[in-house]
């Protein structure tokens, strides 16, 4: 069955650096677009980011534009999402999903918590 | 960017009711519509795509309709595991983006 699994997630001060990962297994990951999903704590759901098959574009929110990186091994089936110059509000839930068919997020990972704090 | 608006954002129902939730886009998206279901502190799940296609697993008395601007998300019967906190979102241009959320709660 399909399975995504995030790690990384943690607690970092302000401006801090922090990569997440995300390991699929049960899917033929080098065929599929992949995102990432935030959730602050109470609120409702934001996209993060995307990026495609190959990993040669990617795409992202205006909100962390210039700050996270996406980026994908095909070959160890591992999505990451690098978060640099890390702020108050970016401390969400960070989930991984696999886009499926009309681009709706089929498949979600149990998430990683990042909590940005001094 | 193509904003989602979703009402109510919560509603009390009891259960055996029939529940609507209508979702309506900014501009128009197609089908380009999907609908997700959350229940507390687990990933959301994917329960309509393409404004009316089931997914695989998902009970029949949960339906989608709707297309262009507005939608709607029905249960025809409510079950306990329905209690839950719903979200539509678009598909059809980049950056995807949410409705703020339904929370249907117990009456």
Known sequence: QVQLVESGGGVVPPGRSLRLSCRASGIIFKTYVMHWVRQAPGKGLEWVASISYGGDDADYADSVKGRFTVSRDNSKNILYLQLNGLRADDTAVYYCAKEGVFRGFDYWGQGTPVTVSS | ?107
């Open chain 2, 1 to 107: 960017d193509i904003q989602m608006t979703q009402s109510p954002s919560s509603l009390s129902a009891s259960l055996g009711d029939r529940v609507t939730i209508t979702c309506r886009a900014s501009q128009s998206i197609a089908t380009y519509l999907n609908w997700y279901q959350q229940k507390p502190g687990t990933a959301p799940k994917l329960l309509i795509s393409g404004a009316s296609t089931l997914q695989s697993g998902v009970p029949s008395r949960f339906s989608g309709s709707g297309s262009e601007t507005d939608f709607t998300l029905t249960i025809s019967t409510l079950q306990p595991e329905d209690f839950a906190t719903y979200y539509c979102q678009q598909s059809y241009r980049t950056p995807p983006t949410f409705g703020g959320g339904t929370k249907v709660e117990i009456k």
